[in-house]
């Protein structure tokens, strides 16, 4: 629990940062809205969400900075769970923060889902499924293949039935279609 | 059909215990059973032959609920119950840019299909004549117009404004102080009329809501003085007598009980526009199938279950095929170009 | 008593067999439809209304009942176990719910959501039978002045739904804000922060914001952990269903939730969403273990699910008296009514008073088919938990992909999914909450669209704000909420005063 104060700094100082950039960027994009002659005009509104955003990310920058002297505060998310155990009445049942994975792997199963949603159209819900499938359980589970292997054919052809026959939602057929 | 439903009940219960494996086996298995009574049960069809071989997708391109869902679902039920069609005619709602997103596959990428039709009206020309879409209904195959929906100007039955006169009047004094609650594109037929009436249209304080539901309660509680809508969604508040109809822009006196409503020719503005609902397939149908379904709906519009969800919904029948179809709503188009130009909506 | 009369005499109609069949039917394929991602209660009555063709009226209203409240609690069952919210106003239960599941009190949170709407269903039925007349006026009261008052509260308040920094908070509403105003403009329609991309002029689907939001980063982050680290979900033990401590801590949100969503319900528009992120609010604000929230909190269960079910029957009073829809649901709903011949409006209850009771009824029964059937099934769904995490994750990745697609049908659609997935995922780890930003999607269009009206009719005026009796209340219980705390707390400080304070 006990992160240093340093980390935590330094993630609210980046995403500070990226909100600063996001509300520039939703800002500059109000100046394509075509203006009207009413009281308020369509980019009203979202010329207030822009400079919103770049007034809070600063805020939380400076917030950043200034904290550095005054340690006291707890890193919010991570406090307050013991409180919580306690009161579900359930001893042993203590439940850090959950874990971080490293980047590297999150990249990498973003990766993986972007290329399923991506092929899903042109290939088709069953094989893109199956294969998609196939790849995140045999990345996590290698040895069990032929279980996944099951898992993945079977649920995807099951889901698929479900959706087109069941409910008239024409999953995409592809290749084999 | 009952007794079906019935085992199927019996069999949903007992399904998620034996298959509490896996999501995707509940999922599976209790939708199977929904498909018993769901009647769709079939994959999409190629067509040819004796069309049509397979179901055919009814397209409302706006959300449920909404007036092109309402028409889609009221055709394909009385098309089944009468048994004019008997293949499944699966409902689905594709909503996004006011039909245009739709209408634009239908186009490009349904062509030449025979298992699709959809739902259009005056809206989709609106949005052509507007800019904001590419394609109207006369680009599509029409296959037939079904009814009118009259437009309507309301206001509340205790309000400073009884009559077309005091309306008028209002409008002269002050515009801005008459807010006219509208819907979208029902915005046209008022700025024409406000046009014929000596008011320039740009004046018109148009309040946007979203349908009659908020229109009246728009009305009911001070905010707007006055609402134009397709008069089906003021039904229900018109029959209580919370609001009170000042003037439509039928061409002909409506049906009773609104018979005494003064058309807006008749009071001297010369203004005539209906909103009216229509069926297309995609661009290049087979003729066969063009054909087909001008036949099923003509048949429909004969029938009794037809006639009542008319009445029921108080549109006006309007039923038109092929060229009579197409030239009606190129004349509906022709008063939509003219009355966007003219009035400028939603660039004031 | 005349009410009381016919309500016997729908009640007479509603338990005959054959209506009770119905009504177990109509919950039960409501509810499958329902666990669906991406499929709520809309798309369950709409892909379930030819089933209900041919039927006799009164059989067909009352399966559709039944279809209407079983998918509401569908929603509530995914939000719960796999952190995928269906609709919005099962995205409050994705909060608390799914942290009650991982410290394997999954049973309960369903206990308690299936517990309390019947509750609330049953409470909200009975305002609906005997408050009607007097309550339909409340939604004719509220102009765009207040409309827009209520939706800035309502915001103001989401940014204490979280734990922790209040920037942060205010920055996820922002967030909310900035995707909801992206589409057309509805009162001009003009493209807005579209960045040229005409495919987003239809503005961005809620449901997919949400489940992206929720499902996505939680899926992502327990798949990239691997094997090699500690379980932390599907803790199971011998949990019981409700302790009495979970009653005791149930009752105060259910009743209150009851209370709120009925009121909130009636205002057309605003609808069931609205109730459960206020219940939470409340439930929040007035808990003596505020630590708790994010943490697992039942309140935070037991009341939005209170609120969301008591909101249902509370936008009925609108349908059945003036007969205006006040969510898209609703109005899919009268379009049923009126292909069964029925028109919902003030007439309804003195020319159709037979059926208009009978469906009352069923509105009963299909509350109680709720309960009956769902409570054993709690433990037949708690045990999809038990599957391996990465057989787990990897569906629900698959079944929002699905969920997606039923929205868009297309590519972009998809896209959209993936991308807002991965700007969840940097949100937790910045430390943003997600919550107040799906409410503020919500929101937006009520928010923006209202204060314009207000303009527009004013002429440009802000005097409504404060001439209109409603709104200066409004404006008056803003201003001493945003007062009073800090008052309050210099108060508290002053006199060195610790914790064991409640605001009432």
New interface residues.
């Given amino acids: 629990m006990a992160r240093p104060l340093t980390a935590s700094h330094r993630r609210d100082l980046i995403t500070g940062g990226a909100i600063v950039l996001v509300g520039v960027v939703y800002y500059s994009a109000t100046f394509a809205i075509r203006r009207t002659d009413d009281i308020v005009t369509p980019a009203t509104f979202p010329a207030i969400v822009g400079i919103a955003l770049i007034l809070l990310g600063g805020i939380l920058v400076t917030q950043a900075l200034m904290r550095r002297e005054t340690p006291a505060e707890a890193v919010p998310g991570s406090s307050s769970t013991a409180g919580a155990a306690a009161s579900a009445g359930e001893p042993g049942v203590v439940i850090a923060a959950p874990p971080e994975p490293r980047s590297k792997q999150v990249v990498l199963q973003f990766a993986i889902f972007f290329v399923y949603l991506a092929i899903l159209i042109p290939v088709g819900f069953l094989l893109s499924t199956a294969a998609f499938l196939m790849g995140l359980t045999s990345l996590y589970a290698p040895d069990r293949w032929i279980r996944n292997l099951v898992f993945s054919v079977l649920f995807a052809a099951v889901v698929y039935f479900a959706f087109v026959y069941g409910l008239a939602v024409y999953l995409p057929a592809g290749i084999l279609g | 059909m009952r007794s079906m439903m019935i085992a199927s009940g019996r069999r949903g219960t007992s399904a998620p215990k034996s298959a509490a494996l896996t999501v995707g086996a509940v999922l599976a298995s209790l939708t199977l059973v929904i498909s018993g009574c769901g009647g769709k049960a079939q994959p999409p069809g190629e067509g040819g032959g004796d069309y049509p071989k397979g179901p055919v997708t009814v397209t409302a391109p706006a959300e449920p609920g909404s007036g092109w869902d309402t028409t889609a679902r009221a055709v394909t039920e009385s098309l089944q119950k009468e048994e004019i069609v008997t293949t499944p005619l699966p409902v689905q709602n594709r909503p996004g840019g006011t039909g245009c997103t739709w209408m634009t596959s239908m186009m490009e990428q349904e062509k030449g299909k025979d298992d699709q039709i959809a739902i259009t009206s005056l809206a989709s020309q609106t949005m052509k004549a507007r800019g904001l879409c590419e394609y109207g209904p006369e680009d599509t195959t029409l296959i037939a117009t079904l009814y009118v929906e009259d437009f309507m100007v309301v206001s509340p039955a205790n309000g400073d404004i009884q009559n077309l006169d005091d309306l008028v009047k209002a409008l002269g004094d002050d515009p801005q102080k008459v807010a006219v609650a509208a819907a979208g594109d029902d915005t046209l037929p008022f700025a024409l009329f406000a046009k014929e009436a000596g008011i320039s249209p740009a004046d018109i304080n148009f309040v946007n809501y979203d349908g009659g539901g908020e229109q009246t309660t728009a009305m009911l509680n001070g905010d707007a003085t006055v609402a134009i809508a397709g008069m089906s969604e003021f039904r229900s508040v018109l029959e209580s007598g919370d609001i009170k109809p000042l003037v439509t822009f039928a061409d002909a006196p409506l049906a009773a009980p609104f018979e005494s409503v003064p058309t807006a020719v008749d009071s001297g503005y010369d203004v005539t526009l209906s909103n009216w609902r229509g069926v297309y397939g995609p661009a290049e149908m087979p003729q066969a199938a063009v054909d087909y379904w001008a036949g099923a709906l003509e048949d429909l519009s004969k029938s009794a279950s037809w006639k009542e969800t008319l009445e029921k919904n108080q549109w006006a029948p309007e039923f038109r095929t092929g060229e009579d179809a197409q030239q009606y709503v190129e004349e509906a188009g022709a008063t939509v170009d003219a009355g966007v130009k003219e009035t400028d909506i939603g660039s004031k | 008593m005349d009410t009381l009369v016919d309500l016997g005499n729908g009640f007479a109609t509603a338990l005959q067999p054959?209506s009770l069949?119905f009504a177990?039917?109509g919950v039960?394929?409501g509810t499958?439809?329902g666990?669906?991602p991406g499929?709520g209660p809309?798309?369950a009555?709409?892909?379930?209304?030819?089933?209900s063709?041919?039927?006799e009226p009164m059989h067909g209203l009352i399966l559709l009942c039944g279809i209407y409240y079983g998918s509401m609690y569908g929603g509530s069952i995914t939000a719960t176990l796999i952190k995928t919210p269906g609709e919005i106003s099962s995205a409050v239960t994705a909060i608390e719910g799914y942290e009650m599941a991982?410290?394997?009190?999954a049973k309960t949170a369903l206990a308690t959501a299936a517990i309390g709407s019947f509750l609330a269903g049953t409470l909200a039925i009975i305002g609906l039978t005997f408050l009607s007349p007097v309550l339909v006026r409340l939604?004719?009261?509220?102009?765009?002045t207040e409309y827009f008052l209520l939706m800035a509260t309502a915001l103001l308040l989401a940014s204490t739904m979280s734990?922790?920094?209040r920037?942060?908070a205010?920055?996820s509403v922002?967030?909310g804000?900035?995707v909801g105003?992206v589409g057309?403009?509805?009162?001009?329609?003009?493209?807005?922060?579209t960045?040229?991309i005409s495919l987003l002029?239809?503005g961005i689907d809620f449901t997919i914001f949400a489940m992206a939001l929720f499902a996505?980063p939680e899926a992502?982050?327990n798949?990239?952990?691997?094997?090699g680290?500690?379980e932390?979900i599907q803790?199971f033990?011998d949990?019981k269903w409700m302790?009495k401590?979970d009653w005791k801590r149930s009752t105060g949100p259910w009743a209150r939730g009851s209370v709120l969503g009925f009121i909130i319900g009636i205002l057309?528009?605003v609808g069931p969403s609205l109730a459960s992120f206020m219940s939470y609010i409340m439930e929040k604000r007035l808990s003596k273990?505020k630590?708790?929230f994010?943490?697992?909190?039942i309140e935070g269960v037991a009341g939005p699910e209170a609120a969301n079910n008591a909101g249902v029957g509370g936008a009925m009073v609108?349908l059945f008296s003036?007969?205006?829809?006040?969510s898209?649901?609703?109005?899919?709903l009268?379009?049923v009514f009126?292909?069964y011949?029925l028109?919902?409006?003030?007439?309804i209850f003195r020319d159709e008073s037979g059926l208009i009771w009978a469906i009352i009824a069923s509105m009963y029964i299909g509350n109680i088919a709720l309960i009956v059937?769902n409570l054993p099934?709690v433990g037949?769904?708690v045990?999809?938990l038990k599957?391996?995490?990465?057989?787990?994750f990897?569906?629900i990745?698959?079944?929002v992909?699905?969920g997606a697609?039923?929205i868009e049908?297309?590519?972009f659609g998809?896209?959209l999914?993936?991308l807002f997935?991965?700007i969840g995922?940097?949100m937790e780890?910045?430390?943003?909450p997600l919550a107040p930003s799906i409410l503020a999607l919500v929101l937006?269009p009520l928010l923006?669209?209202n204060?314009?009206?207000m303009?527009?009719?004013s002429?440009?005026s802000f005097l409504p704000l404060i001439t209109r009796p409603v709104s200066l209340s409004i404006v008056v219980l803003m201003l001493l909420g945003i007062i009073g705390p800090i008052v309050f707390r210099w108060w508290v400080r002053r006199r060195h005063l610790l914790m064991d304070v409640t605001v009432a």
């Fill in positions: 054959a069949a177990l039917l039960l394929m499958v439809v666990v669906l499929i809309i798309s009555i709409a892909i379930l209304i030819p089933v063709f041919g039927m991982r410290r394997g009190r939604a004719t009261v509220f102009g765009a734990s922790g920094s920037t942060k205010l920055i922002f967030i804000l900035a105003l057309l403009d509805f009162q001009t329609g003009l493209p807005r922060q960045f040229g002029s239809d996505i992502i982050r798949l990239a952990l691997g094997r680290a500690k932390e803790r033990g949990a302790t401590e057309p528009g273990r630590d708790e994010g943490h697992g909190a609108p003036l007969g205006i829809p006040g898209a649901t609703t109005a899919l009268l379009f009126t292909m011949g028109q919902p409006g003030p007439l059937l099934l037949v769904f045990k999809l599957m391996p995490k990465e057989i787990l990897s569906a990745l698959v079944l992909t699905i697609y039923a049908f297309s590519l998809l896209m999914l993936g997935g991965v995922y940097l780890k910045g430390g943003i937006v923006e669209d204060f314009r009206r303009l527009q009719i002429g440009g």
